[in-house]
Structure formats: C-alpha cells, structure tokens
C-alpha cells in the first residue's frame, strides 16, 4: 500500500521512510494512509477477535509492518465502563473508556507499540522521550522488550512516583532535567539529531497511529455514532496528541464511509496548563499563526503539565472537523471527579479525571445537552499518582475535598472498633 508522511499545515508531502518529524515549513507530518487500498472492510475488522487489541486495525496503524515483526505486550481492548454514578455527576449518560488497562497503566502503549516496531523496522538502536511520566514508563518497557537503549528526559521533581518508578525498574537511562517538560521535548529533539536517536513523543507521527484505536474501539463497544454511538468523545489534552490521533481516527473512518456522522471531539485541559483552550477561544474556528504558550504550566494533574502543545495546530484542525470544543477545568474540579471515578470502582489518575470533569462543566454550560452520549477517556491507573490521592482524602490539598474518604485511626480494641464504625 502507497503510504506517505503529509504536513498537517501545506500539505507537502515526504515518503514514509523520511526521517523528518516536520516539514520544511516547521509544522508536523502525520502518516498519510491511500484509504482506497487498505483491503479490509469494517465488517472485517469487527469480526477479528477484540483481544488483538491495537492490532485488530493493523491495516489501518501500520500497514507496511510485517505482522510477525511487531513488538507488542497486547495493548488495547480495554474495557468501556457504563457508570450510573458518573452519569449522574455529569449530567447525561456516560461511559468511561479505561486506558489505565493497557500494559505499563496508561493509553501510552498504544502508541508505543506501533512506534517501537516502526523504531526496530528502522534499525534504530537508542530510543528517546520527554515525559511527564506515562511515556517514558512506556517506552522503557517497550525498548527492553525490544533490546533497545532507552533515554528518557524527565522534568525534576514533576513526575508521579509510580511512573518514575516504573522507567527506573524498566531499565530506562532516566534524567531528570532541571526545567519542565516543554524544556525537556525541546532538548530531546535536539539530542536526537546529534545523536541519531529514535523520538517516540507525540511529535512521531507513527506512535499516534496506534492511538486511533482507542476511538475505533469506542464505536464497536458502544455503536456506530449516528446510530448507538458516542456523540461526544473527551479526553484529557496535554501534548494534544491524543486527541490529534483520535481526529484523524475519526476522519478516516469517516471518510471511508465508516461511520454516518462524526461524533464530536473535547478537549480538556488545565486552568493551570491551558495554552490548547486559550489558543482555541482566540481562534475564532481558525488556525491562528501561533500558539497561546503557557510559560510555567502547573496542574495537579501532572501528566498534563504541559506549556506548549506541539500538536496544537492539528487538534484545531480536528476540533473543526468535528465541530469539537476545548474546555479548561480547575485542580479542585479534577479532583473531585476522580474521587467519583474512582468511588465508583473504576479508578485513575489525577490528569485522567480532566475528560469527566469536562464533560460535566460543558453539561453545566449547555454545549453538552442532557440526553446526549458521552465517552470519556480514563487515560492512566489510578496507581499512578498514589500520593495525590491520598492528600486528597486526608485534607491535604490547597481545597477542600467535596469527597473524602479519609482512613480512621483506632487502638486495637473492639470497642475502639465498633465506634469507630459507628
Ligand atoms: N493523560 C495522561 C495520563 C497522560 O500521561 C497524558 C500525556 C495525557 C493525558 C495527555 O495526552 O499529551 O496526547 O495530550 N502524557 C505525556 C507523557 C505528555 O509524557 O506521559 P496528550
């Protein structure tokens, strides 16, 4: 199949092979698809097994891959949770899609999967990121089990210790580099060229191919949009890659006559780290020459503390297409919706929470109507960021917790027992 790197701005195009992330005029490519050759039908895909996860949509996330050449630990196929307590506490009915479920606990691994096989088919030895956590915990797994070198740029002190945990035990070369992550990307790109290192943030395109799966999976566990389907997907927006890859999901689809109407795309980021919301508001439907930056993104949600999206021009572009919206939700408002989340057993990290907090604040302001069907995307475990979820239920956040659970203490008695539970 004839598959080409496209600038998501001009629209020159580069052959696969190319080794650029971006085009001459300095915006991103994004893998190019001829969707008249891809050979396989919806039908098809919907009949293969849903354990083969990412992929059970190989054709259409890395068709030039040998299938006995991909290095995968069975990402995908996470489960769609209906929640009665979360639809109650946004407003309209809800389904939580968990990729918290995915190997190394977030959405990470879908792209890392098709972005490590396309690494080795390259002939990349050292892999490289900028992480707030979730991609070098991934990347490090999936370079291990492919026997490659592992970099990973992280911003000091930022990150979860789950995730810290997680690229140390994975074997990663782990840096903790004195500035934040924009800071970090910058270098890794940098550090790559001198070096001749494989990137696998979001700025490669090949990684994001293997995220349009969480969206295609959402329309087979829920129904086709304009018939079952979702009529809003939101996700929580960092690098804004994600949502860039669920757009071009959705496109292709749609394009291909997939899906009869296309459901419409949040992005949720936050009040603390908003430069994608500021950039949209001002944008007036447009693509504005340049990016709001935020120069010191700070956010509970650490995952997404993020100052200078690299995919914004993309997720504008995807936010028109799907007559989508950018939203922006306070610490506390993250918070509070993860303590729902996760009182209703299904549990994630703080960033994560940002979808369900979203989607209530866009139900609150009438964008979201009572009655529509809403996907949210649970992005990382509730293992994650044990520390702050613990703050949380203790008081110990700079808010109040709307609801806390707070652990009781008691001397070892029975009767200390019983009134404590009384
Ligand atoms: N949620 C979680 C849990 C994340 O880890 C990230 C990004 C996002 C949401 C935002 O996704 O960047 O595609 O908009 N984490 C990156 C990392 C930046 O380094 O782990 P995005």
Known sequence: MNVELKCCKCGKTYPAAA???????GHLLEVQLDLSAIGVSKADFEKRPADLGVWRFREMVHPLVEPSNIVTRGEGNTFLYPSERVSAFVG???WLKHEGENPTGSFKDRGMTAGITE????GAKTVICASTGNTS?????YAAIAGLR????????????GKLSQALAYGAKAIQVKGNFDQALALVRQLAEAKNYYVLNSVNPWRLEGQKTIVWEILFQMGLAGQDGPDWIVVPAGNVGNVSAFGKALKEWYELG???KLPRLAAVQAEGANPLYRTWKASAGGIPDALEAVENPDTIGSAIRIGKPVNWVKCLQYLKLTNGVA????????MDAKAVVDAAGIGCEPASAASVAGARKLLESGVISRGEKVACVLTGHVLK???????????????PPAFANAPIQAEASLDALEAALK
Request: charged content about 20%; hydrophobic content about 40%; proline content about 4%.
């Open 137 to 141: 915990a991934s990347l490090a797994s």
């Open 19 to 25: 080794t650029e992330f971006t085009c001459a005029c």
């Open 327 to 334: 939203e922006q939700v306070s610490d506390q408002q993250m």
């Open 119 to 122: 690494a080795v088919r390259r």
């Open 150 to 161: 592992c970099v990973v740029l992280m911003p000091d002190g930022k990150i979860a210790f």
């Open 258 to 260: 997939w899906i009869e």
């Open 92 to 94: 309209t009915r809800t």
């Open 385 to 399: 960021d044990a520390d702050n979820t613990v703050n949380y239920h203790l008081g110990k956040l700079p808010y």
